[in-house]
C-alpha cells in the first residue's frame, strides 16, 4: 500500500473511532473519576467489558506465539508514573482520546491540557535519550537503569514462560474476576433503580395535602 492510501486509511479509521468516542462520551477517565465520586458506572461497565475482549485476544495471541509482546519491567517507578498520569487525567477531566474529541467540539481547556501533553512527551523523550541512547533498545527490553526501583516483569507472557502454562488460561482467570466485577456493579445499579422505583410510587401514592379551610366570616 502507498503512502498515500495508509494515510487515507489511518484517516478513515480514525474518523470512525473518532465518532464512535463522541457519541458514545466513552472515557477512561470518567469510567474511574464517576465510580468512585459520583457512584455512575456506565463509563465504568463499558470499561470492563473492553478489558474482557481485550484480555482473551490479547492472552490467546501470546497462547500461539503470535506477534512480538514487549517485556516492560515493572517497578516504583511504575507505580509512580500511574500516580502521576491519574492525577493529570482528573485534573484534565478527560483521558487523552476524551481530550482530543473535547478539542475538537471546542474546549478551550482540552486545549491546554493537549498542549501540555505534547511538553511531557518531549520532555520524555529527552530523559529517554539520556537513558537509553545509544541505541534505545528496538523492543524496549533493555537493562533497567535503576534496578534498585525494580520488581521484575509481570504479564501473561512471563507467566506464561516461568509456569509453562499457556497465556490463555491467565487471561480466562482474569475474565472471570472482570465478569465478578461487572456483575457485581450491575446488581448494584438494579438495587439502586429498584429503590428509585419504589420511592417514586410511594410518592405518587401519597394523598395530596389538602389545601387549609378558609375561616368563616
Known sequence: MSAIGQC???FMFGSIVGLLVQRSRFCNTAALRD?????????TKALLVAMIILTFGFTLFLTFGEGNPMHF??????????????VGMVLAGACTVSTWVKFGEGNIGALWALI??????FLFSMVWSVNYWPPAPASMTGEPNLEAFQLGYANAATLQEKFGIPAVVFGLIQMGVLYLVYRAIR????AQELAHSQAQAAAAAKPA?????????
Do not use: C, H, S
Not at 465510580?35 to 463509563?43: D, G, P, S, V
Not at 501540555?116 to 512527551?121: A, E, I, L, R, S
Not at 446488581?187 to 438494579?190: A, G, L, P, Q, T
Not at 395535602?209 to 366570616?217: G, K, L
Open 116 to 121: 501540555f501533553t505534547f511538553v511531557g512527551m
Open 73 to 86: 519491567d515493572v517497578g516504583l517507578n511504575t507505580f509512580a508514573g500511574l500516580f502521576i498520569f491519574g
Open 209 to 217: 395535602a389538602r389545601p387549609a379551610a378558609q375561616p368563616a366570616e
Open 35 to 43: 465510580a468512585i465520586l459520583f457512584k455512575t458506572y456506565r463509563n
Open 187 to 190: 446488581r448494584k445499579e438494579m
Open 8 to 10: 487515507l486509511v489511518a
